[in-house]
Each structure stands twice: as C-alpha cells, then as structure tokens.
C-alpha cells in the first residue's frame, strides 16, 4: 500500500524550532529522492526541500540556514528540522518523492507560527 504520514506539526513562536517527521511505505521511499512541500492558506503549494538517495541536499532559498531536511533509509522516514521559524513559514506542510507525484500527496501536518 501507498502510505505517506506525515507528523509533528503544531504551534510555533517565531524563532521557535519544530521538527516534521514523514514514514513512508518501501515502494515510495526506497532509492528515491524525497521532498517537503508546504502549502500557506491562498497560495500554491511550493517545494521545501529535497533530500537524494545518498543524502544532498536542496533547500528553496526561503529556509536555507534555518531549515534542515534528513533522511533514516533503515526507517523509510523522512524528517524536516525547522529552526528559527517566522510567520510566513505558517503552512501545511506535505512531504512526497521529489520530483512529486500526484498520487502519493497525504493529509499532511499543519505548521503555525505565531506569537
């Protein structure tokens, strides 16, 4: 079964640090890069970060320095350490294979940042 979970989403002050975790079914994560995607309230759902196979690493330039996305290929699990949070990282964030695929989008977690 195709199954992407996402979770660790919550309640932020800005400058405070939530970390998002992703466990992923074998057929999606196995030897495949993979993605956090966020989507804020009115606009279009945008990329994060990715993470390859071996391990480089991608951010957009929105969280480059604050944001760090990893990967445990033991667990199938796919984290984002978000640091140093600002208001407009307030989100659902989502994570999918990089590039994405239709099918494979979960509930995803909401982020808010927010004093």
């Known amino acids: 079964q195709v199954q992407l979970v996402e979770s660790g989403g919550g309640l932020a002050q800005p400058g405070g640090s939530l970390r998002l975790s992703c466990a992923a079914s074998?057929?999606?994560?196995?030897?495949?890069?993979m993605g956090w995607y966020r989507q804020a309230p009115g606009k279009q759902r945008e990329l994060v970060a990715y993470i390859l196979w071996g391990g480089s690493t991608n951010y957009a330039a929105s969280v480059k320095g604050r944001f760090t996305i990893s990967r445990d290929n033991a667990k199938n699990t796919v984290y984002l350490q978000m640091n140093s949070l600002k208001p407009e990282d307030t989100a659902v964030y989502y994570c999918?294979?990089?590039?994405?695929?239709?099918?494979?989008w979960g509930q995803g977690t909401q982020v808010t940042v927010s004093s």
């Open positions: 074998g057929s999606i994560f196995s030897r495949n890069a």
């Open positions: 999918n294979r990089w590039p994405y695929r239709e099918d494979y």
